[in-house]
């Protein structure tokens, strides 16, 4: 229908709005998108199509750290000092004062239970050391990038005279690891007790008594043997009994001893058990010493000028 004259020169005002009805959407709101349930304080809803999404975001300190790479210290001057110069105050066996005792043998150092922290001191206490070594096997690792191979070495030193010293290191190259593994070796070495296998007659030719070591699934036994009698073992144990100074034993194996790192690893602590058994020639009365950092404690607590070095100045001329 056509709208009259008059309703087009004056138009009629627009309706009052009406208030919404409670079951009626919001206005502001379609009818068909329903209200977001409230969440009180809760994580906010996710879509499960969504992915989550993390930032990875690495802190300055570290990303820093990780930039500078791993510390290392200084790489040492060559071993022995070139120039036949003296032997400096670190590698000497002896604590770092000046006064303090001086070893001339394995055994005082054995005998406090001090620590050897430096490959030259016992290259110094015994100089008769030869080393061998017995694997060289690749290892591998799985990585994101492919598989990492290095290189594991084992070697035995010893002095053929009651000391023997196990190495094992693994690096990226051979020499690297031949040389980390004998730096390991004579750090690690041990005191290895000999005996008699009937009356004792001439020096200790053979193990004490029965002793067994263990590692992994291999079990080393050995037997005291007389004199004459020579090494009865394998390849591996007889060149570690070698360097340890046994000449008769009888040896009994058993396990995977095909795995040569824990075959020559069980033999080592075969030796090292030979100090562990009480025979009554050990039952007479002990005589108890001072330590030497106990019997020297006033030179020791005396302040040096190598102490003194990162101190200011007026306190060095006090």
Same mark, same amino acid.
């Given at each position: ?20 009805? /409670?079951?009626?959407?919001?206005? #502001?709101?379609? +009818?068909?998108?329903?209200?977001? $349930? =409230?969440?009180? %304080? *809760? !994580? @906010? ?34 071993? /022995?000092?070139?120039?036949?110069? #003296?032997?400096? +105050?670190?590698?000497?066996?002896? $604590? =770092?004062?000046? %006064? *303090? !005792? @001086? ?34 096997? /690749? ?18 030193? *010893? ?56 590692? *992994? ?102």
């Amino acid at each position: 229908t056509t709208p009259s004259r008059a309703a087009l020169f004056h138009p009629s005002p627009p309706p009052a709005p009406q208030p919404p009805s /409670p079951r009626s959407p919001p206005s #502001e709101l379609p +009818a068909h998108n329903p209200p977001p $349930p =409230p969440n009180h %304080g *809760g !994580p @906010r809803r996710r879509a499960w199509w969504r992915p989550r999404r993390r930032a990875r975001r690495v802190r300055p300190r570290l990303r820093a750290r990780r930039a500078r790479g791993p510390w290392r210290a200084p790489r040492r001057s060559s071993w /022995p000092p070139p120039g036949g110069g #003296e032997v400096g +105050a670190r590698h000497q066996a002896r $604590p =770092p004062r000046q %006064g *303090g !005792p @001086r070893f001339t043998k394995m055994e005082e150092l054995y005998l406090h239970s001090l620590p050897i922290k430096e490959h030259q001191i016992v290259e110094q206490l015994c100089p008769g050391l030869k080393d061998e070594v017995m694997k060289i096997t /690749p290892v591998q690792k799985q990585t994101r990038a492919g598989q990492r191979t290095r290189f594991k070495a084992f070697v035995v030193v *010893g002095d053929s005279n009651g000391h023997v010293g196990l190495g094992v290191k693994c690096a990226k190259e051979v020499a690297t690891a031949i040389r980390g593994a004998i730096i390991l070796a004579k750090l690690s070495i041990v005191p290895v007790r000999r005996g008699y296998w009937g009356n004792k007659i001439g020096l200790p030719h053979t193990v004490p008594c029965k002793v067994t070591g263990k590692c *992994g699934s291999v079990t080393v036994r050995m037997v005291p043997a007389p004199r004459g009698s020579g090494i009865v073992a394998a390849r591996v144990p007889k060149k570690v009994l070698q360097f340890a100074g046994i000449d008769d034993v009888f040896t009994s194996s058993r396990g995977s001893t095909k795995t040569l790192g824990n075959f020559v690893k069980a033999t080592f602590d075969c030796l090292m058990k030979t100090y562990g058994f009480l025979t009554p020639d050990f039952w007479r009365e002990t005589t108890f010493t001072k330590a030497p950092y106990q019997e020297f404690t006033d030179i020791l607590a005396k302040p040096t000028k190598a102490l003194m070095l990162d101190a200011p100045a007026e306190k060095i001329e006090a």
